[in-house]
């Protein structure tokens, strides 16, 4: 097994930090936009992608966590005692743009769970994806609005997506098998 690092700290706040104008620019703004970070690395670059949102354009974005766990469409196969997290949605979707963060895409089979959970919540007027790690080999037709980086990856290999909050550093390891 060898593992190479594509991506440390500055690399990743540097891809946070484009996506974050991404998201204002495409969204000509703030005023409709909501930022949801997908359980577990999803919710911590939701909060610094909205952190760096709120500063640059002095304004206070509504943001929240989404636990896909139970709408996943494998979540039997994963484990029988699968463990939940707490979903936090405290403001009404209609009429925002959602901005759903995830940390990376591979088959798109938790967006689209994470899509069918926001619906359970509310119909927002849009949901636009942003994802740090884009790994190809999707599974179903779904594509990620913001990228921060590219990446081609077999199957059987792995992309971990360190972060300081809860591995207490930032990088990205592709591991081949």
């Not at 029988?80 to 959602?98: A, M, R, T, Y």
């Not at 963060?101 to 119909?123: C, E, H, K, L, N």
Request: overall charge negative; some cysteine.
């Amino acid at each position: 097994m060898t593992t190479q690092t594509i991506m440390v700290g500055r690399d990743i706040e540097r891809s946070l930090h484009r996506i974050s104008l991404e998201v204002v620019e495409r969204n000509h703004g703030v005023a409709d936009l909501s930022i949801i970070g997908i359980h577990t690395g999803g919710v911590y670059l939701a909060q610094r992608i909205r952190q760096y949102i709120e500063e640059r354009e002095d304004a206070v974005l509504p943001s929240g966590t989404l636990d896909i766990t139970l709408y996943r469409d494998d979540w039997s196969l994963i484990s029988q005692n699968p463990v939940v997290k707490k979903s936090d949605i405290g403001f009404l979707l209609e009429d925002k743009c959602v901005v759903l963060v995830d940390d990376v895409i591979f088959t798109g089979r938790t967006i689209r769970a994470a899509m069918d959970a926001i619906m359970d919540y509310g119909r927002p007027l849009s949901i636009q994806l942003a994802v740090l790690i884009d790994r190809g080999g999707r599974e179903l037709p779904i594509q990620p609005d913001y990228v921060g980086m590219s990446v081609s990856a077999l199957a059987k290999e792995r992309v971990d997506v360190l972060l300081a909050e809860k591995d207490g550093e930032d990088a990205v390891i592709l591991t081949k098998r």
